[in-house]
């Protein structure tokens, strides 16, 4: 069993910077791959961003590439999502999900453990 805290989220004008953080609980965090996802309002959730179990495998989802980067600390036990040249359109919750022993994965049915995320809000 694993849980998952995103912090990090927040208000940001257009161009700016967010740094958000997923902590998860267990001793097994290093096994599993993790992975960002994002649902605006009135819309289905989707990928963003996901990374393997030693961070050698990492994919984006094409709106995000260049500007976003996932990366992780196994010794806190944290995944993070670094977003730079934010756009209004990157406004959502955004999610971190585990999967343990799996693959960088861009399909939300491979996960098998969510946090309960985290507003991010971009102003034009």
């Known amino acids: 069993q694993v849980q998952l805290v995103e912090s990090g989220g927040g208000l940001v004008q257009a161009g700016g910077s967010l740094r958000l953080s997923c902590a998860a609980s267990?001793?097994?965090?290093?096994?599993?791959?993790m992975g960002w996802f994002r649902q605006a309002p009135g819309k289905e959730r989707e990928f963003v961003a996901a990374?393997?179990?030693?961070?050698?495998?990492?994919s984006y989802a094409d709106s995000v590439k260049g500007r976003f980067t996932i990366s992780r600390d196994n010794d806190k036990n944290t995944v993070y999502l670094q977003m730079n040249s934010l756009k209004p359109e990157d406004t959502a919750v955004y999610y971190c999900?585990?999967?343990?022993?799996?693959?960088?994965?861009?399909?939300?049915?491979?996960?098998?453990?969510w946090g309960q995320g985290t507003q991010v809000t971009v102003s034009s």
């Open positions: 999900a585990a999967n343990r022993y799996g693959p960088a994965s861009n399909r939300r049915a491979a996960y098998d453990y």
């Open positions: 267990g001793r097994t965090f290093s096994s599993y791959a």
């Open positions: 990374l393997n179990w030693s961070a050698s495998t990492r």
